[in-house]
């Protein structure tokens, strides 16, 4: 099933890999409907920025909110749920914020897209894995919930699964790792790391020791775009990595390095997680999303995806965050 003529509803579209969706769908012949959470200035996050917005529906609404919901998933095809709450710092300090958005919020969609006929692909995070018990991480990985966010990314991912068992519902739940690259939010690691090397010669950092699977945006996005146009994967979850670890400390090493500098890096106690709740490592297993969906590979590797992205910010400089509900 192509996605070009499909009627396309993304959540979240305002944020950081939303907005590279957007992009990439209309790009591919979809009719966008990007939903962008409400605000008094009326922004649509990155898509204020986009030269393509003229050619979307952008609606505005509060994914907690179940009337803007289902107004905006009435008369669309499949549901791209990407809205969320997910800076695991503030999930420590407002945990029932996070239940409202992720976990009420996913509910909303789901009940939404049952009524009105539509699809769903339902955005989780590797977060839900914790620390790998298994590693690369299978997608048969225990869920472990080591924070406030990644325990409600959990619940929302058992709701999108307890509708495809429960009504029948065409849900796939799509499980990134640690997407970067242009447009992310200062408080991912990647563009803390990258603005403090293009500026000055000390990184200060939370814990180096902890390995992620860097995954740049498009990849992700081609993964998301490869799921949506096959019907035969409802009612699984799929996982999208790169299938390559690195701690954070030579990921700081490699940025430098690529920016031709050296670097002091300094630990910085207050961005620390709770001992028990930092996951030290995370590496995406891609033998059965292979087999399962052979037309995509992660094209674009680390170094290649972190040249571009530190061109973009220095070319671009980052903005100031661009709304509550981003990924």
């Not at 500026?199 to 902890?210: C, E, H, L």
């Amino acid at each position: 099933m192509s996605i070009a003529g499909k009627r396309v509803l993304i959540t979240g579209a305002g944020g950081f890999i939303g907005s590279h969706l957007a992009e990439a769908l209309l790009e591919r012949g979809a009719h966008v409907r990007a939903m962008a959470h409400y605000n008094a200035l009326r922004s649509a996050g990155w898509l204020d920025r986009s030269l393509h917005a003229d050619k979307m529906e952008i609606v505005f609404g509060d994914i907690t909110d179940a009337d803007s919901v289902d107004a905006a998933v009435k008369g669309v095809d499949i549901v791209f749920h990407l809205a969320a709450l997910i800076a695991i710092p503030y999930s420590y300090v407002a945990p029932r914020a996070y239940v409202a958005a992720n976990v009420t919020g996913t509910l909303n969609v789901l009940q939404s897209a049952e009524r009105h006929g539509a699809a769903v692909l339902q955005t989780s995070t590797s977060e839900v894995y914790g620390t790998a018990q298994i590693a690369p991480i299978p997608l048969s990985h225990p869920l472990q919930g080591q924070s406030p966010y990644s325990a409600t990314k959990i619940a929302s991912d058992k709701l999108a699964e307890s509708f495809n068992r429960s009504f029948g519902l065409p849900v796939v739940i799509v499980r990134p790792f640690n997407t970067f690259g242009p447009r992310q939010s200062d408080r991912a690691v990647i563009p803390t790391i990258i603005k403090q090397v293009l500026t000055k010669d000390v990184v200060t950092i939370g814990a180096t020791s902890p390995t992620r699977d860097f995954n740049y945006v498009q990849n992700t996005v081609e993964a998301f775009i490869a799921v949506s146009e096959r019907t035969d994967l409802f009612g699984k979850t799929l996982h999208f990595g790169s299938g390559r670890e690195i701690s954070i400390g030579d990921l700081i090493a490699l940025i430098a390095r690529l920016e031709g500098k050296e670097v002091q890096v300094v630990e910085d106690s207050q961005r620390l997680r709770p001992t028990a709740s930092e996951v030290e490592r995370l590496i995406a297993d891609n033998t059965e999303v292979a087999q399962l969906l052979p037309e995509w590979s992660p094209r674009i590797d680390l170094e290649e995806g972190l040249a571009r992205t530190i061109a973009w910010f220095r070319d671009s400089g980052p903005l100031t965050d661009v709304g509550q509900y981003i990924r």
